[in-house]
């Protein structure tokens, strides 16, 4: 087995489109309802904290951060984004790249990683927590989706080694 996680690249976008697809089919992922652009998505996550994970030089999975807001105040503080291919779930291959991921996040200056989390995606939410995230509390009704309104799970993992 041949793992590889490393920097997202602009000519990953196909196969890591491809994923949140997948992701987004499941309904118990995201809110949203399509596959951005390469320049949307650009303009959402740091691309210099992206990452893909390769198994035998394929891509099978993704990682990124976003800004919770554009405030000086919070500069260190970003939002979790992590998706794995159907097919390579449950296997470790996510609790890699998410500690990859914290690993790139605090070289990048981020001191709190924040994830929303449907509490339907009991999968996502023990993976985090097996990454050192702590559930910090339930947002009811957050929002509609699909004709019902969805509670989140809202998780957090403070820095150790940045911002202490």
């Known amino acids: 087995m041949d793992l590889v996680i490393r920097n997202l690249a602009v000519g990953d976008w196909k196969p890591v489109s491809e994923i949140y697809r997948q992701g987004i089919e499941t309904k118990n992922a ?4 399509t596959v951005p652009s390469w320049v ?3 303009k959402k996550y740091l ?9 035998n030089k394929e891509i099978i999975g993704w990682a990124g951060v976003s800004p919770v807001s554009q405030r000086g ?8 984004s992590i998706y794995v291919s159907p097919s ?7 609790k890699q790249l998410l500690f990859a991921l914290i690993d790139e996040s ?3 200056g981020i001191w709190m990683l924040q994830a929303s989390i449907f509490p339907e995606n009991t999968a996502s939410i023990s993976l985090h927590k097996a990454c050192g995230f702590r559930k910090v509390g339930i947002r009811r009704k957050i929002g509609f989706m699909d004709g019902r309104w969805r ?6 993992r403070r820095s150790k080694v940045i911002g202490v």
């Open 40 to 42: 949307e998505w650009n």
């Open 106 to 108: 605090e070289r990048g």
């Open 151 to 156: 509670d989140t799970i809202l998780l957090e």
């Open 30 to 33: 995201t809110f949203e309802k």
């Open 73 to 80: 105040v919070y500069k260190g503080v970003a939002e979790v």
């Open 47 to 55: 691309l210099s904290c992206s990452l893909v994970c390769e198994l």
């Open 88 to 94: 390579h779930q449950n296997k470790g291959l996510g």
